[in-house]
């Protein structure tokens, strides 16, 4: 979010304040006064777009997103074709998979 309004704070103050508007939930804030939060429509790479068209690079997502991206096709089309042969066994000591053996 920094990123998206860097220009429009310049002052600690001011950033505190963008932190506080986050749609990060922060513990003891008021559900009822706090802004409502941003919504997210799709992602790719590095960058989240909202509702309105406007883009937030996203600095702070899982492990994964943050080393390849979102929507990262080779990722994407490697998960849809190990879900279309097996989603998922639960190891017991007498089942394995192709992949795990």
Known sequence: MVARYAGAYSTLQDLSLLLRMSPIW???TQAKTAPPPLK????QGI??????????????????????????????????????RLEQVILLDSLTTQQSS
């Open 47 to 84: 960058w989240l777009e909202l509702d309105d068209g406007s883009r937030l690079m996203d600095c702070i997502s899982s492990w994964w997103v943050t080393l390849h991206g979102h929507a990262h096709a080779a990722i994407a089309t490697a998960i849809f074709e190990q879900a279309n």
């Open 40 to 43: 997210v429509k799709s992602a």
């Open 26 to 28: 922060h513990p003891y």
